[in-house]
Nanobody, 121 residues
């Protein structure tokens, strides 16, 4: 009923920039908090950034000042602008939406398929 599709991953050199995007599609009435997580090889998935329905943001300490999360409520999208990338930013990045209201019910803990980000020279 609802799909989350990420885009924008790739290979970038240290110090470079990438912009990730995630679009939610379906019969969506409203979206609550949107977030980006990442999972490095051999590590647990970790929270990178969140943005509430009224655009309040929070960031992991490791990305503060380098990453910016934003959303477009009209388009049901969330983006992650990443700059000054480091090798330790490498991983699969996942879009998450904690609650999506559709006509018949609320969908909880919604995930995209992930997009690979590799920071390497």
């Amino acid at each position: 009923q609802v799909r989350l599709v990420e885009a924008g991953g790739g290979l970038v050199q240290p110090g470079g920039s990438l912009r990730l995007s995630c679009a939610a599609s379906g019969s969506i009435l409203s979206i609550n908090t949107m977030a980006w997580y990442r999972q490095a090889p051999g590590k647990q998935r970790e929270l990178v950034a969140t943005i509430s329905s009224d655009s309040r943001t929070n960031y992991a300490n490791s990305v503060k000042g380098r990453f910016t999360i934003s959303r477009d409520n009209a388009k049901n999208t969330v983006a992650l602008q990443m700059s000054s990338l480091k090798p330790e930013d490498t991983g699969v990045y996942y879009c998450n939406i904690d609650r999506i209201r559709i006509i018949s019910r609320i969908l909880y803990d919604n995930w995209g398929q992930g997009t690979q980000v590799t920071v390497s020279s």
